[in-house]
């Protein structure tokens, strides 16, 4: 499938920095990314979708100026999370959908993710 | 906005049995329906997804079935191995292009 890569694949930093996670798509243009955070033994939560060109459009309840979303180009997005808190360390996946030929059409496709410890 | 349920959390079955796992989506207009696969520490891996022009689907030992009506979708996996192992996460969307909301997932364990 799609080849979706992730930068860091984990990250421990100091309470009060700011830590950037790069999501690539490293065989495909993605015009939009999802970027989600996974607590230990639960679901996906959908943070925002990064849009190339224009801004991220966040979900009720995520703070914007928290979690600053960059979508330069077509093949990356930037998740930084700012001023980081114990209460920020989760497991972050972004994701991107293929829709080059051949795809099984809007089929969603992860970075490894990154894990942030905030300490 | 969507909500996924999920049900059973947890889900264990021996070798060889069969496992099916549920989901039920509120939003009417929602209409593709993946399945997806987590191994521990991994990401994400599609499994088998289904449109809401059917009403069934099936990938070898994994089936996936839609009703509309009830809003309800479940994932039957048949002959199970150690490996299918994970967590599997249902999720819904209106339209393959819109963002997916994801149930919250089944930790199914396959033992000997």
């Known amino acids: 499938g799609a080849v979706v890569s992730q930068h860091p694949s984990w990250v421990i930093c100091k309470s009060g920095t700011s830590v950037k996670i790069e999501c690539r798509s490293l065989?495909?243009?993605?015009?939009?990314m999802f970027w989600y955070r996974q607590f230990p033994k639960q679901s996906l939560m959908l943070m925002a979708t990064?849009?190339?060109?224009?801004?991220?459009t966040y979900e009720q309840g995520v703070e914007k100026d928290k979690f600053l979303i960059n979508h330069a180009s077509l093949t990356l997005s930037t998740l930084t999370v700012t001023s980081a808190h114990p209460e920020d360390s989760s497991f972050y996946i972004c994701?991107?959908?293929?829709w080059g030929p051949g795809r099984v059409t809007g089929e969603l496709f992860f970075g490894e993710g990154s894990r942030l410890t905030v300490l | 906005g969507e909500n996924v349920e999920q049900h059973p959390s947890t889900l264990s079955v021996q070798e060889g049995d069969s496992a099916v796992i549920k989901c039920t989506y509120s939003?009417?207009?929602?209409?593709?329906f993946p399945w997806y696969k987590q191994e521990l520490g991994k990401r994400p891996q599609l499994i088998i997804d289904?449109?809401?022009?059917?009403g069934e689907k099936k990938d070898q030992r994994i089936a996936v079935t839609l009703n509309k009506t009830a809003k309800h979708f479940s994932l039957h996996i048949t002959e199970t191995q150690p490996e299918d192992s994970a967590v599997y996460f249902c999720?819904?969307?209106?339209?393959?292009?819109?963002?997916?909301?994801f149930g919250t997932g089944t930790r199914l364990q396959v033992t000997l």
């Open positions: 990064s849009n190339e060109g224009s801004k991220a």
């Open positions: 065989d495909f243009q993605a015009t939009t």
């Open positions: 994701s991107a959908r293929d």
């Open positions: 999720a819904a969307s209106a339209g393959t292009a819109s963002k997916l909301t």
């Open positions: 289904i449109r809401s022009n059917v």
């Open positions: 939003d009417s207009a929602s209409n593709y």
